[in-house]
């Protein structure tokens, strides 16, 4: 079935007809009692809540997370936000969808970035800790992993190749604040390339991400210890005081306890590269927020894991100063034109703000 509606084509009356991938599928009770199918429907423009009112235990018994399907249905504007209502869903069979249509990847190529990785390792002062990485990059299945791995299974950097362009952005990053704040360039570009290198591991492969058994009984963290630990020995004389700091950087990139990790930075080189991780994946995921969110205007609505809604408008560019008719001339035009009733101004941020806490 070739698939000609994408997610970030629909909007609010649309109706539709296409195949979706199926990231999420639950029965549901609503507030009369009756029973619904809660949806989260993909492709690789995006995602989209939906809803199917009826036979939600009889398609939940058919359909489960992972599978490809074909939907037909309305959207609909729920909340300041687009949702599918759900008519018919039918799986798919192998060889009725293309692949490549639901698979979000990243915009710059991986070999370039793989590349640009290598020759930044190439340029590191420390011969130690440049032999360890270029061993560790060079490994037949890391490297092919890496070129292919999310760096999450939802939030930052959550897309094909995702992992390696999150780690070179970091390691780009390390290179110029490195010397910026004058620390030890090669601890912290190690930091960058190895801090989620073992996401390969806990994270699997192919459109539908979710944690390996690895990942939920040990995590990328101590992977990650266990990967220095055995390419360090593959290399003679690897100072053990060396392998130690690598070690403590990966061990507290979280930077808090609270955030799961076990130490926090004690080190400069481990402080930066706990902050280089934050400030990327956090930029990652305002990037993202305004490319995919399909709440209508130009605000986003509640995104819980940065605690805020987002402008997704450009800001406002003046390279030339204004002419004072002119602006006058745009208040008033936009005063004919935007006039809004109070209550639904209040309507609007309220629907916005509803999840809204301040601690």
Known sequence: MKKTQFISMLGAKDEVESSFLVKYIAVATGKDGKSYLNLILTDN???????????????????????????????NAFQG????????????NEGQYEPEDFIKKSNSAPE????????IVNSLEEIYIKDLLLLILNEYEIKRRLMLWQAGKSIHHAYQS???????????????LSVHYQVNRSYVVAGCILHDLCKIYELTEGPN??????????????????????????????????????KHILLSHHGEYEYGSPKIPHTSEAYLVHLIDLMDSKMS??????????????????????????????????TNYQDDNVERSEKSENAKTNKSDPKDLKQTLGSKLKDFKVD
């Open 112 to 119: 370039k970035m793989f590349d640009e990785l290598v020759s």
């Open 81 to 92: 936000r687009l949702q599918l209502i759900v008519d018919k869903v039918t799986k798919l």
């Open 285 to 318: 995921s305002m990037d993202q927020v305004k490319k995919t969110d399909n709440s209508t205007g130009y605000w986003s609505g509640m995104i819980k894991h940065l605690d805020r809604v987002v402008y997704k408008n450009e800001l406002p560019s003046f």
């Open 162 to 176: 995702g992992l390696l362009e999150h780690i070179l952005s970091c390691t780009k990053l390390a290179n110029i």
């Open 45 to 75: 423009s995006g995602e989209i809540e939906s809803r199917k009112w009826q036979e939600a235990e009889m398609v939940a018994g058919k359909i489960k997370a992972g599978d490809f399907v074909v939907v037909s249905g309305k959207v």
């Open 209 to 246: 991400v979710d944690y390996t058994e690895e990942g939920k009984l040990i995590g990328h963290l101590v992977k990650g210890l266990e990967v220095v630990d055995h390419y360090a020995q593959k290399i003679k004389n690897f100072p053990y005081q060396q392998k130690m700091h690598i």
